[in-house]
């Protein structure tokens, strides 16, 4: 019988190899580029690439989760680290002095960021204060809300109709259901971005599947944020989190369509489009007529890995700036920090203070 040669392909870095099967005979002699390798070499390597990744998405879960934390906040690094990224609340004067003859524009993220980070996803109420504080923000800056939760959830805890919404990564966004006055007209009001809209199904069908794969995990949830789906870690036993990597992992190979992202005690699978909150922040600036202003001054508050995408963005702008909500050192692209979501509303609240003071003033000269 003839054996058949073998493609084993790693999708991640492309790499395609032709594998010969394990024979007592010498295989043919490999012409042009190829390489002989025994097929069970490749199979082994390419398995322990995917071991090697997984065993990384979980040592960084472990690594941002509060309790594994080496450092405390009276720790050298932690001070080195406030150095490079100072409390806003502290340097709240300059922020004013650097947005002055600028127009502020809030992005905000909504868990560990205008609420605390919960067991239970569904349960992540805000409290009265914040919402009467964004409320208040609302007013004197255009505000949006972007988040990798489902649009539609998030609305339904923040309840704050002239806010704008990104959810899903950004890959959902509706302007405010009632007149706002940063809309430079009535379409504004109305604006909805679906870049992704064409993964709705795809999007369903690997949730019916996650759902069945990781059911025999206690504790496993996977949430349908409608253009994308997140595996939560955070009510899993530390030691089942590798086995329900690897549970996520093996639906997803499936789907090349589809990637895997690791946030907070999160895997989070999203479409592969080149979209992101960095993506979304500038396609709200660009709908507020602000894209291309000197004069806008955007500031970005979030606490997760996703909410690089729009530190970066902000960065590389050379406008505004970011902050990082955490009580820990991290890698980030933010200019700030702040500790937790009751330091963000106290941040938000200076600045309402401060804008009013400022059109009290200017109503006197």
């Known amino acids: 019988m003839t054996q058949q040669n073998v493609v084993v392909s ?54 941002s989760s509060p309790t594994h934390h080496k450092s405390t906040p009276l720790s050298q690094e932690h001070n080195s680290w406030i150095l490079h990224h100072p409390s806003a609340l502290d340097m709240f004067d300059q922020i004013i002095d650097a947005s002055k003859g600028k127009q502020i524009v809030m992005f905000l993220d909504y868990d560990g960021t205008l609420s605390p980070i919960v067991d239970d996803p569904d349960r992540a109420f805000m409290s009265d204060s914040m919402r009467k504080t964004v409320r208040k923000l609302a007013r004197c800056f255009p505000t949006a809300i972007v988040t ?83 595996v939560h870690f955070r009510c899993v036993d530390e ?9 996520v ?17 999160v895997l989070e699978i999203r479409p592969t489009i080149k979209w992101d909150k960095g993506k979304a922040l500038e396609f709200l600036l660009e709908s507020l007529g602000l894209a291309n202003c000197s004069d806008v001054f955007p500031v970005y508050i979030g606490d997760d890995r996703s909410d690089e995408d729009a530190f970066k963005k902000l960065r590389d702008r050379g406008q505004g700036f970011g ?3 955490s009580k820990f050192p991290k890698d980030t692209s933010a200019s700030y920090s702040l500790q937790e979501p009751n330091e963000v509303m106290n941040f938000l609240q200076r600045l309402v203070e401060w804008k009013h003071v400022s059109l009290g003033a200017r109503s006197r000269v």
């Open 323 to 325: 902050i990082l909500v």
């Open 148 to 230: 990798g939760r489902c649009k539609d959830k998030v609305y339904n805890f923040v309840r704050l109709a002239e806010l704008y919404y990104a959810g899903s990564h950004g890959m959902d966004i509706k302007g405010p259901t009632r007149s706002s006055k940063y809309n430079k007209d009535s379409k504004a009001e109305a604006i909805l971005c679906q870049p992704a809209s064409d993964f709705l199904p795809l999007i369903d069908e690997v949730y019916q599947q996650l759902v069945e794969k990781t059911k025999s995990t206690p504790g496993a949830l996977v949430e349908n944020n409608k253009f994308c789906l997140s």
């Open 249 to 265: 992992k093996s639906v997803l190979k499936e789907y090349p369509k589809l990637r895997l992202t690791q946030g907070r005690k």
């Open 239 to 247: 030691k089942k989190w590798s086995e329900l990597a690897r549970q």
């Open 10 to 63: 790693d999708t991640k870095s492309g790499v395609s190899l032709t594998v010969f099967p394990t024979t007592t005979q010498k295989p043919p002699a490999a012409p042009g580029g190829y390489i002989s390798i025994p097929r069970r070499r490749v199979l082994k390597n390419l398995e322990i690439n995917g071991g090697q990744r997984i065993n990384a998405w979980v040592e960084s879960m472990r690594a």
